[in-house]
């Protein structure tokens, strides 16, 4: 008879090799789609490569590197990258826990609110930025007639440095709330009624409630949403693309836009692929830091 140790040791054998046989199609996929082009990005990103050219495409070292240091465009895409970020995490955070704690009530035809607040989000962000644009329109935009009629305005809205990015920033916590709203309200549904109970019992008030039950009951899909929302708002495209083509004075000019901008558009891939990799490196940076902050949180 077989040892207890060597059938032991067998199943672990199998169980082994059916956790490879799981992974190995997304590991796969994870090397063909994530680290073989980040490993072309960074070889592109030392040559001069043009992809209109490509026959004469030459090794020029860090050029490209030392360039970058010194163009203008992409430090400003940098920068309105990162105000993108700050503006739109806190009040899109704000917008989805708002919008959960008002359709967490039990009324009668809550869940036509429910998936009236949901909508924006399955609906295409270039058919949403194409809308906004008319709602900000300066002439005869929807935002300007309401403002008129109580005789403010009008304004140019995605015609002004100055209100360029916070438009866009509106629109885009708008748009994303609705899932972010949905993830809260599961979570409010998941804290014991019990707690509010007692606690209307002890005699808390509503807000005393919200802030001593309901925040440390959401502290964990806070965290992920706010992580979420940061991975995604990194990515920001579309909307500058759509609304104000990166401007103006390229104030609404964002790190992915000018990467898109410089390989396709100029066709110099080799620039456009040393903007990638410093932007890859800033995006690591800042992930491990928001790691280490919810790891600390998390002991806390």
Same mark, same amino acid.
């Given at each position: ?10 199943? !672990? ?110 609906? %295409? ?62 979570? !409010? ?36 949403? %706010? ?74």
């Amino acid at each position: 008879m077989k040892s207890s140790a060597a059938v032991k040791r067998k199943k !672990l054998t199998k169980e082994n090799w059916t956790g490879l046989a799981f992974i190995t199609p997304a590991a796969v996929l994870l090397f063909i789609f994530l680290f073989i082009p980040f490993l072309m990005t960074l070889g592109y990103s030392f040559t001069n490569y043009n992809i209109l050219k490509p026959q004469a495409m030459e090794f020029i070292g860090l050029k490209n590197f030392i360039k970058l240091t010194q163009d203008t465009v992409f430090m400003k895409s940098i920068i309105n990258t990162f105000v993108f970020v700050l503006l739109v995490v806190p009040i899109q955070v704000g917008l989805a826990l708002g919008l959960a704690l008002l359709i967490n009530k039990k009324l009668k035809g809550i869940s036509v609110f429910r998936m009236a607040f949901f909508a924006p989000t399955v609906l %295409s962000l270039v058919v949403v930025s194409i809308l906004w644009t008319y709602i900000y329109n300066p002439n005869n935009g929807l935002l300007n007639s309401l403002l008129g009629s109580v005789g403010i305005g009008p304004f140019k809205f995605l015609n002004d440095p100055k209100t360029a990015m916070l438009c866009i920033v509106i629109l885009s916590a708008w748009q994303g709330c609705g899932f972010q709203m949905m993830i809260f309200l599961s979570g !409010l549904q998941d804290i014991p009624a019990y707690l509010y109970e007692a606690a209307a019992v002890d005699g808390a008030t509503p807000f005393q409630q919200f802030r001593n039950i309901t925040i440390p009951g959401l502290r964990n899909i806070t965290v992920f949403i %706010s992580l979420s929302i940061v991975v995604s708002a990194f990515q920001l495209i579309v909307q500058p693309m759509m609304m104000t083509g990166g401007g103006p004075q390229n104030s609404t000019m964002t790190i992915v836009y000018e990467i898109y901008q410089t390989g396709f558009k100029y066709s110099q891939m080799g620039y456009a692929s040393a903007m990638a990799f410093v932007f890859t490196l800033l995006v690591l940076i800042i992930t491990l830091i928001q790691n280490k902050i919810t790891s600390k949180s998390n002991e806390d």
